[in-house]
DNA sequence: AAGCCTAACAACCGCAGGGCA
DNA sequence: GTGCCCTGCGGTTGTTAGGCT
């Protein structure tokens, strides 16, 4: 298969996108939203292919996107996904709201890996260094994937009475949409089944919109010390996220749901955990829910009593002073949630950018990028 | 101050897969 | 079935900033 057709075209910029490039783009976006791609940057007036727009749009124009440095629970979860996942990017960034694939792959090449070296982990396998050396050697021996496949991931359920081991299928192993089954048709009878089982569906329902269930990783931890385990949930810890989590909005789907495990009913949502009618810390892993579950789909997993905000534009692009373009935030950060899944899978309206222009918030949103392009470009005002 | 090195990050490239004529 | 177009993904490269000597 050859380039995109619209690489050969001559005459194309590529480097680095200027201001007036964002610019222009943003405001095409934000009228029109992108449709076609290939055509978004004739009808945005831009000289890039439609790859080039898709990609500035996605990892540095998007209003939903969080920004600032990971913490160290955003480390730590991507460092739990990757060990379930491997080297796929998009489906650990869908688990992380306002994270693009290009900045998770960017932080854990430049950085994770190497503080996992340090740990004398290996971060392709997530095991020791000197195990996974060995068993490279070993491997020589076996088909590759089989070897790999034999990764055992331990789960300690807490108030289970033993810890459980399984094996599942590596980061290495791949599961297409078609061969999936083969995780998301297992039956959960132990917690630990539950959890593979839930997360796999998560990651896939979260572009589908298809069957709900997330759990969270957060207490979930990495042990490097333990030399046969990848993942393990902490034990007396409970299953579910805390709702000031610094991860997810109190709204996102990963924090509400309901489920059995070993024939105890847990459930919770997106406002509070309560046990009996009484407030939890979630420490207890009997929680009792109140009564409100969201299905996540797209469409119904968070309706916010605001329209959503959106950053506009006021007049002509010619009139928008850079520094202002730098200091204002799109829209408030607790509205990124409703923003990415209200607008974003659509076009976006015109006529509510008025409104939401004035509905917009004082700045919670440090845009270091923006930040970053003013310097590279000097003075813009 | 200049040069070098490294980390961080933006962007490109090639490819796979889906939709459609 | 085939070819084209488009989108999305992951690997890789290029650029920049900042620290150090």
Redesign the pocket.
């Known amino acids: 298969?050859g380039?995109?057709?619209c690489?050969y075209k001559q005459k194309l910029r590529?480097?680095?996108?200027s201001p007036e490039e964002d610019e222009k783009l943003m405001k095409h976006i934000s009228q029109y939203g992108h449709g076609?791609?290939?055509s978004v940057p004739k009808l945005a007036g831009l000289q890039r292919c439609?790859?080039?727009c898709?990609?500035?749009w996605i990892?540095?124009l998007r209003p939903d996107l969080k920004r600032g440095?990971f913490s160290q629970q955003e480390e730590n979860l991507i460092i739990e996904l990757h060990s379930l996942l491997g080297?796929?990017?998009?489906?650990i960034a869908a688990q992380l709201p306002g994270r693009t694939?290009?900045?998770i792959?960017?932080?854990w090449?430049?950085?994770i890996k190497?503080k996992l070296k340090l740990r004398g982990i290996d971060p392709n396998t997530h095991k020791p260094i000197s195990e996974a050396e060995n068993e490279e050697g070993e491997s020589e021996s076996h088909t590759t994937n089989e070897k790999l496949s034999e990764k055992v991931i331990i789960i300690d359920a807490g108030n289970s009475d033993k810890t459980m081991e399984r094996k599942y299928p590596s980061p290495n192993t791949k599961y297409?949409?078609n061969n999936s089954s083969n995780l998301t048709n297992l039956t959960p009878s132990t917690t630990d089944e539950f959890f593979l089982d839930r997360f796999v569906s998560s990651h896939e329902s979260s572009s589908t919109g298809g069957n709900p269930g997330y759990f969270n990783f957060q207490h979930l931890s990495y042990d490097s010390g333990n030399p046969n385990t990848s993942l393990f949930l902490t034990p007396n810890t409970s299953f579910f996220p805390s709702i000031s989590s610094p991860i997810l909005p109190a709204n996102h789907p990963l924090i509400s749901s309901s489920l059995d495990i070993n024939g105890v009913h847990h459930s919770w949502n997106n406002c509070a955990f309560s046990t009996n009618g009484s407030s939890s810390n979630g420490s207890n892993n009997s929680i009792e829910l109140q009564s409100q579950n969201f299905p996540w789909g797209l469409e119904n997993c968070v309706k916010s009593e605001k329209e959503p905000e959106i950053h506009s534009f006021k007049g002509e692009p010619e009139e928008i002073k850079w520094p202002e373009y730098v200091q204002t935030p799109f829209f408030t950060i607790q509205n990124q949630t409703e923003f990415a899944t209200e607008v974003l899978s659509t076009n976006w309206d015109p006529n509510l950018q008025q409104q939401q222009q004035q509905s917009l918030e004082g700045g919670s949103i440090c845009d270091r990028?923006f930040q970053?392009l003013s310097?590279?470009y000097g003075q813009i005002s």
């Open positions: 298969m380039r995109h057709s690489c590529k480097g680095l996108w076609c791609w290939s439609g790859k080039s898709r990609l500035r990892n540095y440095t080297n796929r990017w998009s489906q694939d290009n900045e792959k960017n932080l090449n430049s950085s190497k297409s949409s990028n970053r310097a590279n």
